[in-house]
């Protein structure tokens, strides 16, 4: 029997080492025995080394996802997890599927306990308090902090801390090891902390706010012991209002109900005279740009409809002899209500103006109405549209073409070239080449201005827009030419 002894406070490292040496040893979970002293415990003083590898044993590996599970597995209070670890370590040589057999009572286990441990570091997130330390006289504003975790977290939850607090020096003592912060350093010490009572003047507005935020309509005691253990409440500075505001919450909730037939607030009978005040708008007349533009407004054709602010409709003079179709409107004309109005739009109209073309001129609009996009924490990422979104906005396009009759139409991009002509395909292949369309208009196709902006290398990115330059010169000649004719 070789015996271990590990000091066991969540550093995962230590057991790793001793059982990839074990392994490679040879050594089964029947030969080895697993010992958890202190930080201060003499006995692993004189632990005994490691095995040396066995020569004719095979390369260790483990799945990527056993790392993780007994990283939290690791960070338990239990005394045979360590045990548990190295007897899942040993079956997965033999069965590298192990950990998909959720009925298996190791693999339970060990799920269990690391559930245990995501749990005790996110009620940390919740329930840590941080109290200035009084008597600072110059520097950062200094915290502390205690808290009573049930297993050995604190190591796992500071980096937390760290980010979230960046700006102050903070403490956070347990009687499971301290972790501290001073801008520059994030230093855990295994040893257990002590609490030194520190209290300051934040703990009323913790009471004050929590007794606002408390709704006694929507008290269930057992879900809010489930959220907020009483464990934790000794060391929450609102704790001591929660008794009272449980025991008066019948009475609370019949003195709302009372108050519920109140007036309305002043500014509602405002808002009701203002709505009849509004001035009626005269409907634009049948067979207009307005009218469709009115029309399109509440499109329903596909799903985009569901997600965008708006329809942003195509903007220009009927008359215009240039229609110039994008792909459809991002974030900023989604926004606005408007077409070319951001990044791209803002590229387009340097390029149209270095080719002699007024804008006010031209006829403005897309393939498709309606942003369509992905949500990425804040911001609205752009995603192609698919073809069945653009056969259904090709009803509006067709309809925008048919009144303005423009004698050329330049598709930006290869979604506007589908648009326009059913024609998929390498857009450079086509790009600069134009192609006859019914009614005597002439397709010219060429890239979307966006597409200088998706250029990483500097060089390229200028002869591109000298490119781009060139294609509106084209653009403007042929045009010229066309209204001649």
Not at 189 to 198: I, M, S, T
Not at 248 to 268: I, L, T, Y
Not at 396 to 409: D, F, G, I, Y
Request: proline share 7%.
């Amino acid at each position: 029997m070789h015996r271990v002894c590990l000091v066991g406070r969540g550093d995962f490292s230590e057991w790793r080492d001793a059982a990839r040496a074990l392994a490679a040893a040879g050594l089964s979970p029947q030969q080895v025995d697993w010992r958890i002293g202190g930080v201060e415990d003499e006995l692993f003083e004189a632990a005994p080394d490691l095995p040396g590898p066995d020569p004719a044993a095979a390369p260790l590996t483990v799945p990527a996802g056993f790392l993780s599970l007994a990283e939290a597995v690791a960070c338990h209070t239990e005394p045979g997890r360590f045990h548990l670890l190295y007897r899942l370590l040993w079956r997965l040589q033999s069965d590298r599927r192990l950990l998909e057999l959720t009925a298996d009572k190791d693999v339970a286990w060990a799920r269990l306990l690391a559930k245990n441990v995501h749990r005790d570091s996110h009620k940390m997130t919740a329930f840590v308090r941080f109290k200035e330390i009084a008597g600072q006289t110059e520097g950062r504003r200094r915290f502390f902090a205690w808290f009573e975790p049930s297993h050995f977290v604190v190591a796992r939850t500071a980096p937390f801390f760290r980010r979230r607090f960046a700006d102050m020096d903070w403490i956070i003592a347990t009687p499971r090891g301290t972790a501290s912060w001073d801008g520059e350093s994030l230093i855990f010490d295994a040893r257990a902390g002590e609490n030194p009572g520190h209290g300051d003047p934040t703990d009323e507005l913790w009471r004050t706010y929590y007794a606002s935020i408390f709704n006694p309509a929507r008290l269930k005691l057992k879900a809010m012991q489930a959220e907020m253990p009483k464990k934790y409440w000794r060391h929450l500075p609102e704790a001591d209002l929660i008794p009272e505001l449980i025991a008066n919450a019948e009475a609370n909730v019949r003195a709302m109900a009372e108050r519920a037939a109140s007036d309305p607030p002043p500014f509602h009978y405002r808002l009701q005279e203002a709505g009849q005040t509004v001035p009626q708008i005269e409907p634009a007349t049948a067979g207009t740009l307005d009218a469709l533009r009115a029309e399109a407004r509440h499109c329903t054709r596909c799903a985009l409809h569901c997600t965008a602010t708006q329809t942003v409709f195509g903007e220009g003079p009927q008359e215009a002899r240039i229609m110039m179709v994008g792909e459809q409107p991002g974030d900023q004309e989604d926004l606005a209500g408007r077409p070319f109005v951001g990044p791209a739009g803002k590229v387009f109209g340097a390029v149209l103006k270095e080719a002699g073309i007024a804008r006010e001129t031209l006829y403005l609009t897309n393939a498709v109405k309606h942003f369509k996009y992905v949500p990425r924490g804040k911001r609205r990422i752009h995603e192609k549209p698919n073809r069945g979104e653009i056969e259904h906005c090709r009803w509006w396009l067709a309809k925008e073409m048919e009144m303005v009759r423009p004698s050329l139409v330049v598709a930006l991009g290869a979604t506007a070239l589908y648009a326009l002509s059913g024609q998929q395909g390498p857009l450079s292949r086509l790009r600069g080449k134009p192609i006859a369309m019914l009614d005597n208009i002439v397709l010219y196709p060429t890239v979307h201005p966006s597409f200088l902006l998706r250029l990483p290398d500097e060089a390229e990115r200028r002869r591109q827009h000298g490119l781009f330059v060139e294609d509106m010169k084209t653009i403007r000649h042929l045009a010229e030419r066309l209204i001649a004719q």
